[in-house]
């Protein structure tokens, strides 16, 4: 009697007999029809009618009817939610059953059923179960809490089975730890950002100990776990993999790859001297070789594995040639992958080996098979230069059976041979043109054409050979086309006498006939060339060509170095990171491999500890406090500089007295990357464009002339320039780097960029954009990148910029957010320009407007700070700004300190005053009280200053120009960066300031609908004005078309100007 | 984790479908269907498939496809192991495993994935304990509990469930205590034309049939344990004393387990027990073709060759074949091409031998490829890698128990090249 007969009650009147079998008083009558219902559910049959009846059946205490009501429960309880409700009962009484298998069965059966309103029924049991005293029922309640999840994360997280779930991790029982981890593990996927599995060496050590206690699947999961784990040294991490390498013998492949993954990763850490590293090198190769021996699937699994392990470490398999030979009865997708993992290894040594049975191979019924290994043949000719000559005998052994495909690969991969020694074996082309009738397939024609093409000079009827391929010119594919008209052209400029009228119909062919653009194009390049300048024509057609890698299908680097994280799973598989493929990898964090401690290839001391993960992880894009200090150190000055901090200033404000300023040093000024900018301060980017243009004429005469006398003075040799920064790391952008800086050179902005292709790909047709940004920047030209970017190139690209971009408040306020674009992809990244780059020429202000202007300038839209350790004179120090376009507009000393007052301007029309207090006294000592909003303040960073400056600088802020912002949110206002390096100076006071007799004042000029910025916080550091409010009509007829001069408008100033 | 299984028979019926999470839709198998279309054979047919929102793992065993569907990303081995297991566990309590079988124990079959899987994750894969939770159906058992009304599920937690031996069950008791050990070794070799060794491994594994009461604590040794470099464990193998003193120390399972398997690697020589001897030629001209084979024993230190089997893929031209052996049968299928000859011992003084003609399809011309030969044996009481068992010793029980070894070599994937 077997379970078959439950398929043969499959007549009319079904579900209603089982409906009175299910409500049978028998208990055997009752089981039997559940197996029956259970029977037809497997084969995929509704039997969601029964659900009451089923259900009925559930308070019993035949364990075997129980398991099988809950079968069917688990299958429909979705389908029927109201009737599942009738269920939860049961499950309540049974957690708390004497016997852990039924309080086991009843916490894992509750899980399975997808029904929301149940779920909260759940919480009260599946706590209970997760304490309880049995450890098979904490196991089971553990990945319960994993189902709940997916069910009602929201009811998990508030529950706090989470931390439940944690405390676990260091539960008693290995089974349970293993558990616990794998439900982690997998809620944690579909949160990639909480850290679940937060691991510690503590917590280490407890997976490391249960590692060895429990069950082969739960090995899985702890090692999978483990490989995420970051050790803090090369110690940790050898000690690590002294404990995980026991586990590459185990006979569960999975356990063993997952293994290999851990090793693979923390082996990263450890330096090549170590003895370890070289047996732990030694240990790693027989479990792979073993894995070959197991089921086709899983050697197919292992094979794609191994690939990448081949790439990453050749050394580990190099000896293992002969375990990847092909077997004739392999099924074909491990024949393809173990050929693809013989041409990896091959090498002098082996080289003999693999070409004897590669030829065999090459014999083989499989098509796609015996292709490959022709094709690997060629490979090997280009990876092993020795083997070349043999390999192209072989080829040509090939070639003679006239097996049609067979010959067809041969001549693709012989062509690859002639790119790689060229002038070697062009003897076999005569062999090769007897074959031209038989090539039927594009990629063989075009190869064969472009020997042709390429040899013409050594064939005697070449022209014979590509007229006959002309004949079904447009009969061929767009490769065989392309490759036609190069040939022809090729031969034309080899023998130019007797191929004319042959070039002629080609380049009408293509030119004319056709519809290709790209063809159209190519034939018109070669008729110009050819009609202008036959000798240019030579030279750009008969160049010398790069030459070919050796290897190809390499993985880039970069993706290998994270596959390799990901050894064991889908992505190793697809060879693709998981983000390019997984459904639902909700922002998967990408993995890296942990760097390594002693360099590899510098061999550096061991014990050096490796910098942590992390910061390899991201490469920074905006640099760090460390990086800018040291940019801006970069120029004379040893000691660093502290961030400035924010100081009081008590400067008096007496007679000003107005000296040109400039003289001979530059002083360079960094504002660009400093982090301080992160602060959410909000900056007016009041566009000049609102001008009306008549007004900004005659002013900018105006001041020219006032101080011709000091623009003679300093010579303006432009503005510091920061040292190019990586922007876009090529991990991030399919091997694009791209790293950069801005500058201003007479009065044009540029962003000067080096793009290195780090790929194995040529990368063409790049294109920038730019986000709206606070200022408006823009590229003034589109991205000339004139010649395609080989693998391992750089290309230094300067690109103009304006500023008459669309305008959008960024925060930080100088954030740029670029789209770079090439034939891969696009790519995007953000970068922090320094805002000296948008200080204009002429930002000089005249004296009396300045005075007038400095009382007005409210005290909240001051800022200062202090410079310490600068070790320059005031006119040092003026010249150098003014090299930034920042004018010395007067200068006086006051008890023996000099005081400079500085005006700049922004590309916008705002305007900074600044006063700057030079204290002589005590040179290492620098204090630069500054009332000024902090983002600038961050240009004012004057790295070589050695005077010791106590400068204070005030804010003028034009509102006439506030039309053009109309619709920009928070526009305005100056924040301070809540964590300025503090370096000592004296704290931002402003109220001490305030009650200064005769302090400086920011002013700003009051706008005509409210008082611009309203006090918000005048006690400690951060300086804030609060946004614009804009004004009502912009004016868009009086918009210039550039940032020009910028008159003030207000009556009282006009009257001081 | 692990969503479903669907089971597959050769004709592309989904027979058996079992779902551990929310329900998925067999119509996401058509995606198989696809793939095994494309694929000529069913072998051919690629173990990872992905679809646009699950990815299908399969095997393929006994003729039947076990797909799993997976959501997100799980090591594919993990899956496929499992599946592996699966196939190993009915086959463990059906005899065999088959469409048939399966069919006629659907409840059972479901019982087991139930007990297997939690949620995706493995929960009970050890056959013991599975036996101790679901009974195996057998006549007797059928018999009693129509009769008794009792169950073939089992209402006790399994005791090894969470020991720390979870693979062996407490309470064991049997009246005759005996422990066997069968050392078992397949060469997989790749013989060239020239009947030189292109590649000679040896895979091999010591299956244990232990049945002893109580708690036994074993030791196993070997004469020669240096010839062991890459061994994967039976989780009852204790790790460090392997590696410190290279002894096998284990609480055995109960039953049948392999207690290890071992591969020796292309490294050392390999002894390579038989040769054969060929002659076949296919010629331009005409439609018959010579075809000649002898095999013969080479180094089988002194024991028998027995169990030889002899087959080969003939070429697509090959119209039909007339042989004669001179010992043994032989079938040559025109429609698969193959040939097959049963040949049976193999006796040193007269070599087995198959001669005979090939009658070709006219006016093609010969076929490219030469026909691989592959070759099945196997030699009792012969560990070809020289293995040998030094002395077992049982500690932990007061009993005598009976003891016995056997060792054997088998061809495994022996393919010799024409």
Redesign the interface.
């Known amino acids: 009697m077997t379970d078959s007969k439950y398929f043969t009650t499959t007549k009319k009147g079904e579900i209603f007999e089982l409906k009175a079998e299910l409500n049978s008083d028998k208990k055997e009558k009752k089981k039997e029809a559940v197996k029956k219902v259970i029977a037809s559910m497997t084969v995929g049959k509704d039997v969601s009618a029964l659900f009451p009846d089923v259900v009925n059946c559930m308070q019993t205490d035949n364990l075997e009817l129980k398991k099988l009501v809950y079968l069917y429960l688990m299958n429909y309880a979705k389908s029927q939610p109201d009737m599942a409700i009738m269920a939860v009962n049961t499950f309540v009484k049974d957690c708390e059953d004497p016997n852990p298998l039924i309080r086991a069965l009843a916490v894992r059966t509750m899980g399975c059923i997808r029904v929301d309103k149940i779920t909260e029924y759940l919480c009260e049991p599946l706590r209970k179960c997760l304490k309880d005293e049995d450890p098979y029922v904490r196991k089971t309640a553990a990945v319960c809490v994993a189902k709940l999840h997916d069910i009602n994360a929201q009811l998990v997280e508030d529950q706090g089975f989470l931390d439940t779930l944690k405390d676990l991790i260091s539960d008693s029982n290995p089974m349970v730890v293993a558990n616990a981890v794998a439900a982690l593990s997998e809620i944690a996927e579909s949160h990639p950002s909480s850290n679940l599995l937060d691991l510690n060496p503590q917590s280490i050590n407890k997976l490391l100990t249960a590692l060895n206690e429990c069950t082969e699947w739960g090995q899985i999961f702890i090692l999978d776990c483990l490989a995420n784990y970051m050790p803090k040294d090369d110690r940790e991490a050898q000690s690590i993999c002294e404990r995980v390498t026991p586990r590459l013998s185990h006979a569960n492949s999975a356990v063993v790859l997952s293994a290999v993954k851990v090793l693979m990763k923390f082996m990263e850490m450890l330096s090549k001297d170590l003895d370890y590293y070289g047996t732990l090198l030694k240990k790693l190769a027989p479990p792979l070789v073993t894995l070959l021996s197991a089921e086709p699937e899983l050697q197919y699994v292992a094979l794609r594995n191994i690939n990448l392990i081949v790439q990453k470490r050749p050394e580990i398999l190099k000896h293992e040639m002969k375990v990847f030979f092909v077997k004739y009865n392999d099924p074909i997708y491990v024949k393809l992958e173990k050929l693809d993992i013989m041409i990896r290894l091959a090498s002098q040594a082996n080289i003999a080996q693999v070409l004897a049975e590669l030829k065999e191979y090459a014999t083989e019924v499989d098509v796609d098979f015996v292709r490959k290994a022709v094709r690997a043949i060629g490979r090997c000719a280009i990876k092993v230069e020795q083997s070349a000559e043999r390999c192209v005998s072989t080829l040509l052994d090939l070639i003679q059976t006239k097996v049609n495909y067979v010959v067809q690969e041969a001549i693709v991969v012989i062509k690859d041979i002639f790119r790689k020694y060229p002038n070697k074996y062009e003897s076999v082309i005569a062999t090769l043109c007897e074959n031209l009738d038989s090539l039927d397939e594009p990629e063989a024609r075009a190869a064969m054409i472009w020997i042709v093409g390429e040899y013409a000079e050594r064939i005697d009827n070449a022209d014979e050979l590509l007229e006959s391929f002309l004949e079904g010119f447009h009969d061929e594919s767009t490769q065989v086309q392309l490759q036609l008209l190069t040939a022809i052209v090729k031969l034309f400029l080899k023998k130019p006498t007797e191929t004319q009228e042959l070039v002629q119909q080609v380049l009408s062919l293509a030119t004319q006939d056709s519809d290709n653009p790209d063809l159209r194009d190519r034939g018109y390049i070669y008729w110009r060339l050819l009609s202008t300048d036959p000798v240019a024509a030579k030279e750009v057609v008969l160049a010398e060509k790069p030459l070919i890698s050796e290897e190809t299908d390499l993985i880039e680097p970069t993706l290998l170095d994270e596959l390799i994280c990901y050894i064991g799973t889908l992505a190793s598989v697809y060879h693709k990171p998981p983000s390019a493929f997984v459904e639902g990898s909700r922002g998967v964090v990408h993995k890296s491999l942990p760097p390594r401690t002693g360099s590899s290839e510098s061999a550096e001391s061991p014990d050096a500890a490796p910098s942590g993960g992390q910061a390899a992880e991201q490469p920074a894009v905006i640099p760090t406090q460390g990086d800018l200090l040291g940019d801006l150190l970069n120029l004379d000055l040893g000691p660093p500089v502290g961030g400035p901090p924010i100081a009081t200033s008590s400067v008096q404000m007496g007679a000003v007295d107005l000296l040109g300023g400039g003289l001979d040093s530059l002083l360079r000024s960094d504002v660009g990357g400093s982090p301080a900018m992160g602060s959410g301060s909000g900056f007016a980017p009041a566009p000049s464009t609102a001008m009306p243009a008549n007004l900004g004429a005659p002013l900018s005469s105006g001041l020219g002339d006032l101080f011709d006398l000091t623009s003679g003075v300093g010579t303006l040799s432009g503005s510091y320039v920061a040292p190019k920064t990586v922007w876009l790391p090529a991990m991030k952008a399919k091997g694009l780097e791209i790293s950069g800086t801005f500058s201003r050179q007479v009065g044009s902005i540029s962003m000067d960029l080096v793009l290195t292709n780090k790929a194995l790909q040529v990368m063409s047709d790049f294109a920038i954009q730019f986000n709206r940004n606070s200022f408006g920047l823009a590229p003034a030209a589109p991205l000339q990148v004139h010649a395609p970017l080989a693998p391992n190139q750089s290309v230094e690209i300067s690109l103009p910029l304006n500023t008459v971009g669309s305008v959008m408040k960024m925060d930080p306020l100088n954030n740029l957010q670029v789209a770079v674009k090439n034939n891969i992809d696009v790519f995007y990244f953000s970068t922090l320009y320094p805002l000296h780059i948008l200080f204009v020429e002429d930002g000089k202000m005249e004296r009396q407007m300045f005075l007038a202007t400095w009382k007005d300038i409210p005290n909240e839209n001051e800022a200062q700070f202090q410079i310490k350790d600068c070790s320059l004179n005031a006119d040092a120090v003026s010249s150098k700004l003014q090299g930034s376009n920042i004018f010395t507009i007067a200068k006086r000393n006051v008890e023996g300190q000099d005081m400079l007052y500085q005006s700049l301007k922004l590309t916008n029309g705002i305007w900074v005053l600044a006063e700057l207090r030079i204290q002589p006294s005590n040179p290492s000592f620098t204090p630069v009280p500054v009332p000024f909003p902090t983002f600038l303040a961050a240009s004012f960073l004057w790295v070589g200053m050695s005077c010791v400056a106590l400068t204070h600088l005030s804010v003028y802020l034009r509102t006439c120009c506030l039309p053009a912002l109309a619709g920009l949110p928070a526009v305005a206002g100056f924040g301070v960066v809540p964590e300025m390096p503090s370096t000592g100076g004296v704290p931002v006071h402003l109220p001490s300031l305030r009650n200064h007799p005769e302090e400086l004042r920011c002013c700003c000029s009051p706008s005509s609908s409210s008082s611009p910025f309203p006090p918000k916080e005048a006690g400690a550091g951060p300086v804030c004005m609060s946004p614009f409010l804009p004004a009502k009509e912009p004016a868009p007829g009086n918009v210039p078309p550039a940032p020009g001069p910028w008159k003030p408008v207000l009556p009282s100033l006009v009257g001081l100007g | 984790?692990i969503h479903s299984l669907f089971l597959i028979n050769a004709s592309g019926d989904?027979?058996?479908?079992?779902?551990?999470?929310?329900?998925v839709s067999?119509s996401v198998c058509d995606y198989f269907f696809e793939a095994q279309e494309r694929?000529s054979e069913a072998?051919?047919v690629?173990?990872?498939i992905?679809t646009?929102?699950?990815?299908l793992?399969?095997?393929?065993?006994h003729k039947i496809f076990f797909v799993a569907v997976i959501?997100?990303?799980?090591?594919?081995?993990?899956v496929?192991?499992?599946?592996?297991r699966v196939v190993d566990t009915f086959q463990d309590y059906f005899g065999v495993c088959s469409e048939?079988m399966i069919?006629?124990?659907?409840?059972?079959?479901?019982?087991v994935l139930?007990e297997m899987l939690?949620?995706g994750?493995?929960?009970a894969?050890e056959s013991n304990i599975l036996k101790e939770l679901i009974k195996p159906?057998t006549i007797l058992r059928?018999v009693v509990n129509?009769i008794t009304?009792s169950?073939?599920?089992?209402?006790?937690?399994p005791t090894g469930?969470?020991s720390?031996v979870?693979w062996r069950r407490t309470g064991v008791k049997y009246t005759n205590n005996e422990a066997y050990f069968d050392v078992i070794e397949e060469i997989?070799a790749?013989i060239?034309k020239s009947g030189s060794t292109?590649?000679a491994?040896i895979?091999g594994v010591i299956d244990a049939c232990v049945k002893l009461t109580g708690m036994p604590d074993l030791t196993l040794s070997f004469m020669n344990p240096r010839l062991l470099?890459?061994?994967?464990?039976?989780?009852c193998v204790r790790?460090k004393r392997w590696?410190s003193e290279r002894i096998l120390s284990f609480i055995p399972p109960d039953g049948n387990f392999?207690l290890?398997?071992y591969?020796v690697?292309?490294?050392n020589l390999v002894a390579i027990p038989v040769y054969i001897k060929h002659n076949i030629s296919f010629r331009d001209s005409s439609s018959l073709g010579r075809f000649e084979i002898t095999v013969g024993p080479k180094q089988t230190m002194g024991k028998t060759v027995e169990g030889v089997m002899v087959s080969s893929?003939m070429?697509k031209g090959v119209l039909n074949m007339t042989l004669t052996p001179s010992q043994g049968t032989h079938v040559f299928d025109p429609v698969t091409k193959l040939l097959s000859w049963d040949v049976g011992k193999i006796n040193p003084q007269k070599l087995p031998s198959l001669k005979g003609s090939v009658s070709l399809q006219a006016g093609t011309s010969k076929p490219?490829?030469?026909p691989?030969i592959?070759l099945q044996f196997k030699i009792q009481q012969l560990a070809i890698s020289g293995l040998k068992v030094n002395r077992l010793d049982m500690y932990g029980e007061k009993y005598k128990p009976f003891k016995g070894i056997k060792y054997m070599t088998k061809a495994g994937?022996f393919?010799v090249?024409t």
């Open positions: 984790m989904i027979f058996l479908e079992k779902h551990w999470k929310s329900v067999r694929a072998e051919n690629p173990p990872v992905p646009p929102h699950h990815y793992l399969s095997v393929y065993r959501q997100s990303e799980v090591p594919p081995l993990f496929i192991e499992f599946l592996h048939v069919k006629d124990n659907v409840v059972v079959v479901y019982e139930e939690d949620n994750f493995p929960l894969t159906p059928t129509t009304g169950t073939n599920v089992g209402d006790q937690l469930q969470l720390v979870p997989d790749i060239d292109i590649t491994e895979q470099d890459d061994v994967s464990f039976h989780p790790f590696e392999r290890l398997s591969h690697s292309a490294q893929q070429p490219d490829e030469n691989t592959n994937k393919q090249r």
